[in-house]
C-alpha cells in the first residue's frame, strides 16, 4: 500500500516530522507557502527532507546560526505555526506519539 502525506494543513497538529519538513521547506524557498506536500509519496517528502537536512547542515542545523533574514523569517512560520497546533491540541511538553 502506497501512503501519502496528508499535507501540512491537514496533518494532525502541523508540528510532526513532516510538518516541520514543510515549515523547513518553506523557510528555505524549496517551496512556495501554496504547497503543503497534499498527497505527496513517501519517496517524494524523503527527497524533501533531504534537501531540507543538507540546508540546515550549512548552519549547523541551528536556527541561531541562520542570517538574518532566514531567522526572522523562521521566528515567524514557526510562532504561527506552533500557535495553530495548539489550537488544535498540540503539547509541546508531550512527544508526537503521547
Known sequence: MDKSYVGFNNDKHGMTQLGRIVLDAWLFGFLPETEDCTGWDMGRM????????KEWDK?????????????????????????????????PELGEDD
Do not use: F, T
Open 46 to 53: 524523503q527527497a524533501l527532507m533531504d534537501r531540507v537536512e
Open 59 to 91: 548552519y549547523g542545523s541551528l536556527p541561531s546560526r541562520l542570517p538574518d533574514d532566514l531567522r526572522q523569517r523562521h521566528k515567524e512560520l514557526y510562532e504561527k505555526a506552533m500557535a495553530i497546533a495548539r489550537v488544535k491540541g498540540w503539547n
